[in-house]
């Protein structure tokens, strides 16, 4: 349940903000580019604690106890089947809109992280701030959380450290009747996608901890 509706969160944050990240209306600072470097399209790897992709530029070495969803579960987040073959779901991947690349969990179920990549156009690239359209995206969010019974939504910009990296994120923190939810997200523009990274944890807020597994590949 509580995995579930961690995971129910951070798509409603990830599609919030898309949906208001049009290329007419973003403007402000650019986030970081984690290379400037054209690269072919490629998923990440996850084997053991660790998940690395290159193509977006990160990874992370979880902490024991955690585990990834499986090729299945992560194919049916992107609508497709184990029927297809590798290369060939990769190629449906790349010409996606939306692509759920990683998904891992705690082993109480109470913490996870993902990584979404959404395809972006030059434009909306060149132009795209995180702050501004996460604040458009507020009002969706709120209503959001609060259909699924989310009460106290709050929300706050910070600065967090990503690896001897400083990168502009949210907080957000809301509850429900016996549950607290922490949750922290940030992007990143690579290759013509921004990738989407965010932990979530439940009624303790690990989410710190969380993002110092993290790491940059270049």
């Given amino acids: 349940m509580k995995k579930a509706l961690a995971l129910i969160l951070c798509v409603i944050l990830m599609f919030s903000i898309s949906a208001c990240a049009s290329e007419a209306d973003i403007r402000g600072e650019q986030t970081e580019v984690v290379s400037g470097e054209e690269k072919e399209f490629e998923l990440g790897q996850a084997a053991g604690l660790n998940y690395e992709n290159t193509f977006v530029g990160i990874g992370f070495n979880l902490e024991s106890g955690w585990s ?6 992560i194919r049916e987040m992107n609508n497709q089947t184990m029927e297809i073959g590798s290369e060939e779901y990769k190629e449906v991947m790349e010409n996606a809109d939306v692509v759920f ?14 990584v979404v990549l959404e395809k972006a156009s030059a434009l909306a690239l060149a ?5 501004t359209s ?6 969706v969010v709120k209503e959001s959380f609060e259909n699924m019974g989310f009460t106290d939504y709050t929300y706050e910009f910070m600065d967090l450290e990503i690896d001897g990296k400083t990168v502009t994120g949210v907080k957000n923190i809301a509850t429900a009747p016996g549950v607290t939810m922490y949750q922290k997200q940030f992007a990143v523009k690579c290759n013509g996608y921004t990738a989407s990274i965010t932990v979530t944890s439940m009624n303790k807020d690990t989410t710190d901890d969380i993002l110092k597994t993290i790491y940059w590949t270049d």
């Fill in 101 to 114: 690349d990683v998904q891992a969990v705690s082993a109480d179920g109470t913490s996870n992280i993902n």
């Fill in 127 to 131: 132009t795209f701030d995180f702050k």
């Fill in 134 to 139: 996460y604040e458009k995206s507020v009002s």
């Fill in 68 to 73: 990834f969803y499986t090729d299945e579960q």
